[in-house]
């Protein structure tokens, strides 16, 4: 099964970006990257059927696997105040299920795992905060589709993760009643994003 990302979250991964395509690390904005998902409630219900029907599904990743992968999403996402790192709050889990529901995917987060382990000298989880942001970018840099889909599925698994809605005060809207129009989206929300400096490149 290929899995399919709503509009909402590639919204979210693109306002992670700055201006050179680079991740944003930490959460400074957090709740307003959040805001910027109007569909979350249609994209979690798109979330947990994937869940559902993944639950049965084989494991892809080892157990040193699954502790680097920790590591490092604690590092694109790290916790800060009230807010959980994205590794301690178990999204490792979440992109182990997205990945082992699609080879090319599967092959794509082993490979770029076993990148960061080679560049990490296999001691990835000892090294200083500071060392560790420093690697991922030179893996941002040499393996760029893999590290496109660790940060895409990190945010998407973060953002919709009841733990970060309690946090941020968010509150899922009630399902709409038969025969109920959905509400139009609010474009006033896309303003801070539309005066940023564009980060891609015309050919």
Known sequence: M????????????????????????????????FRLSISANQLVGGLAEIG???????QVF???????LTDVLNRIIPPKDKLPGAGNLGISE???????????LTRLFNDGLAKIEVVSGQNFSNLPNATKDELLRRVESDSPKFFD?????CYNGYYTNQTVFDAIGYKLP??????????????SLLDQQRKRDPFWKKV
């Open 52 to 58: 559902a029907k993944m639950s049965d599904t084989k």
């Open 174 to 187: 009630d399902p709409p009643k038969p025969g109920a129009q959905p509400e139009l989206l609010d474009v």
């Open 149 to 153: 889909q660790l940060v895409l599925h």
């Open 94 to 104: 979440y992109i182990e299920r997205v990945a082992s529901a699609n080879a090319n």
């Open 2 to 33: 290929r899995v399919s990302l709503s509009n909402s979250a590639r919204l979210l991964y693109v306002a992670s970006r700055d201006k050179n395509n680079n991740v944003i690390n930490g959460l400074n904005g957090s709740t307003e990257l």
């Open 62 to 68: 080892s157990p040193a696997q699954r502790s680097l």
